[in-house]
């Protein structure tokens, strides 16, 4: 408890000083993330959604993200918790590999520079936190539950930007984190469509400042999610290291592109105010912490 007062009052300095830890370090993001973006196959018909998946780029067009926005697989293409998670794996194979071992501040190191060619977006820098507490913990043996980890990080990625109280990226990323481990604890053995419902009712309040049409939109994300998190992005950083399998990348995007406009769904604009769905966001972020932190079981 200590820690998250040191975290909330360390956040509210920062954020009436305005000082951000961030913003310092944007001239070197600058530079890596257009040197990423000089790799990408140029003549690529799909290069926004190779830039967008290895460099963190936003997409130009709407229409070049609309069948994304419209069926909630936007996430797949904005780096972020994912992606981090299979390029550590990638990074410490590779370690394995040619050295024997895991050197684990390596990789920390990697993935923080990582962050930067994806100017530390909001998610992937929540992320880094995460997973770079969660290995550091582990290595000096300290057992902390994934929740409280969970809950520092994003106190920790608050306070390198406090302007990130008002992102909805973050917001979004940390509860898709938080329904993850309440799934694990709290809803193992329940029926599927308890925990869809479960779901859709945690990013409600999402949902609806983005237009999402539908409950069977929730369906759609938890079935293809887990299949295109492991193939997208691995294809993509191949792509951008080997140009010549980028008719492969094109194919999947394209296949992939066909099937999501056959379903035929579409996003509406919505009427609700952004800052009170954000307000609504953090209550929801802190009831889940609450319920996984605070609400121990009976014995």
């Known amino acids: 408890m200590i820690l998250l007062l040191f975290g909330f009052i360390g956040v509210t300095v920062l954020y009436m000083i305005r000082f951000s830890v961030i913003g310092e370090l944007t001239p070197i993001s600058l530079f890596l993330h257009h040197k990423c973006l000089s790799y990408m196959p140029a003549e690529s018909l799909y290069i926004n959604s190779l830039s967008a998946l290895v460099c963190g780029k936003n997409f130009d067009l709407l229409q070049d993200s609309y069948l994304y926005t419209s069926t909630g ?87 390198l930007k406090p302007e990130w109280l008002s992102s909805l990226s973050l917001q979004m990323s940390w509860l898709a984190s938080l329904v993850l481990l309440i799934y694990q604890q709290k809803l193992q053995n329940h029926p599927l469509i308890v925990r869809q419902t479960i779901f859709y009712f945690i990013f409600s309040f999402c949902f609806r400042i983005l237009g999402f049409p539908a409950f069977s939109i929730t369906i759609l994300c938890v079935l293809m999610t887990p299949i295109l998190e492991y193939i997208l992005f691995p294809l993509a950083l191949l792509t951008t290291l080997l140009h010549v399998i980028e008719p492969i990348f094109a194919f999947v995007i394209s296949t992939l592109n066909y099937i999501l406009s056959l379903l035929s769904y579409s996003s509406t604009p919505s009427e609700h105010d952004m800052e009170s769905v954000k307000y609504l966001n953090w209550v929801t972020i802190f009831s889940c912490h609450y319920l996984l932190f605070f609400k121990k079981e009976k014995t």
């Open 73 to 159: 697989l936007i996430h797949l293409f904005v780096v972020s918790g994912s992606h981090l998670i299979v390029l550590k794996k990638i990074i410490d194979q590779i370690s394995k590999l040619f050295l024997k071992k895991e050197f684990y501040i390596i990789t920390i190191l990697l993935l923080l520079v990582y962050c930067a060619v994806c100017q530390f977006n909001a998610p992937v820098v929540r992320s880094f936190c995460f997973l770079s507490l969660s290995t550091l913990l582990t290595k000096i043996h300290r057992k902390w539950s994934p929740d409280y980890i969970l809950f520092l990080a994003g106190f920790l990625a608050l306070s």
